[in-house]
């Protein structure tokens, strides 16, 4: 049988009438845009989230652009970040005006790695932005040390983390602000695009607000130079729809992850570490390292098993970003997940069953 990558039709299916309902309510109010459910959704996922403001915007990439530039950070500034990311991480950088400086990853944890970081930084450093790649939390403790010692900004790039914790403090908190991305496949998705900014800090929240409608808190009158990036209210509507889901959600992502975990460990597969702490990892992906990938990856797919790869091309040798980095053999843990990575269906509808079916298939075919 057909395993998806990733079913949201079977995901949203208790849900449509919920949905259905909250799309008719928008609709009466007329209110599309930073409507009513917008306002009320960003209390909401301050709240799940656990910190004091969350700023709703229509991306995860215009989230981590203005929790930039809500920072001032802008040209001839140096922001350190990782290569092993989606490609967004590294454009909203240059899109601030800011040079984006790569760090390799840790070859365990696949996030940041912080022995790499000091080395990187110079003068006109002004920022750190870590990713908590596939819902992995980033060694926070020793990024915020190394920040503060440098009177650095920490902003999170936690597009793939909704709800992963560290030492009980979800990420979203950490830093000086972070970005969320609801784009349907995240762990937290919209019908359609959206993001959010969520920080501890009033004024960093109150110039994102600024930023994502023009720079007005008074129609017309445009205090600043700004961007419309705002969310629309459907969106909104169907987010709060899904939020009060999203805990059980991310237990079931979990309890699919340790069946993995148990088959492939049995197999001696490389695999994404569970962390001693379950709270650490929210598996938007769960990935495998295998040494011949592309030969299992066309297994899968041709036994109709959902696959991907997380990231196939790592940014700093993408031809628009090349110039940011060393080239090639410049982050040798990076380049090597790039060629080796492969991740397995993770969704909260499938169980142990699929993954013993996946599993099999994998192993067959090494
Ligand atoms: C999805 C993602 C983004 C961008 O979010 P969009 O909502 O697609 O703009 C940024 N960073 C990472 C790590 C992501 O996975």
Redesign the pocket.
């Known amino acids: 049988m057909a395993i998806p990558f990733l079913d949201l039709g079977e995901l949203h299916r208790p849900l449509r009438a919920e949905i259905a309902a909250a799309i008719e309510r928008v609709m009466d109010t007329s209110s599309f845009v930073l409507g009513q459910d917008v306002g009320a959704f960003e209390r909401e996922f301050a709240d799940w989230i656990g910190v004091e403001h969350a700023v709703a915007v229509n991306?995860?990439?215009?989230?981590?652009h203005l929790a930039l530039l809500a920072n001032n950070i802008g040209p001839g500034d140096e922001v350190v970040t990782v290569s092993m990311?989606?490609v967004?991480?590294v454009a909203?950088i240059v899109y601030t005006g800011a040079t984006p400086v790569f760090v390799d990853v840790d070859p365990v944890a696949w996030t940041m790695d912080p022995l790499a970081i000091e080395s990187a930084i110079t003068e006109r450093t002004k920022a750190i932005v870590p990713?908590?790649?596939h819902g992995r939390v980033a060694d926070m403790s020793a990024i915020q040390t190394i920040a503060a010692r440098h009177h650095l900004a920490v902003i999170e790039?936690a597009?793939?983390a909704h709800g992963v914790a560290l030492q009980g403090m979800s990420v979203g908190g950490f830093g000086a602000a972070a970005?969320f991305?609801?784009?349907p496949?995240?762990n937290l998705g919209a019908m359609g695009?959206?993001?959010a900014v969520t920080t501890r800090d009033a004024d960093v929240a109150d110039r994102v607000r600024l930023l994502r409608d023009w720079g007005a808190r008074q129609k017309y009158h445009h205090e600043v130079h700004a961007y419309n990036m705002r969310l629309d209210s459907i969106q909104a509507a169907i987010l709060r729809v899904k939020l009060p889901h999203l805990r059980a959600w991310t237990a079931q992502r979990r309890e699919l992850a340790l069946a993995y975990d148990r088959l492939l460990g049995a197999a001696g597969i490389r695999r994404a570490q569970i962390p001693d702490d379950p709270n650490e990892h929210v598996f938007?992906v769960y990935s495998v390292h295998l040494d011949d990938r592309d030969v299992v990856l066309d297994r899968l797919k041709k036994s109709g098993i959902g696959t991907g790869i997380?990231y196939p091309i790592p940014v700093h040798l993408l031809t628009p970003y090349e110039r940011y980095g060393g080239g090639a053999g410049s982050l040798p843990v990076t380049e090597d997940l790039a060629k080796s990575f492969l991740s397995l269906p993770m969704c909260p509808t499938l169980g142990a069953d699929d993954a013993e079916q996946v599993v099999s298939v994998l192993l067959e075919s090494l």
């Open positions: 991306s995860g990439t215009s989230a981590l990311t989606f967004a991480t909203a990713v908590h790649l790039d597009a793939q970005a991305s609801f784009y496949g995240k695009d959206g993001g938007h997380h």
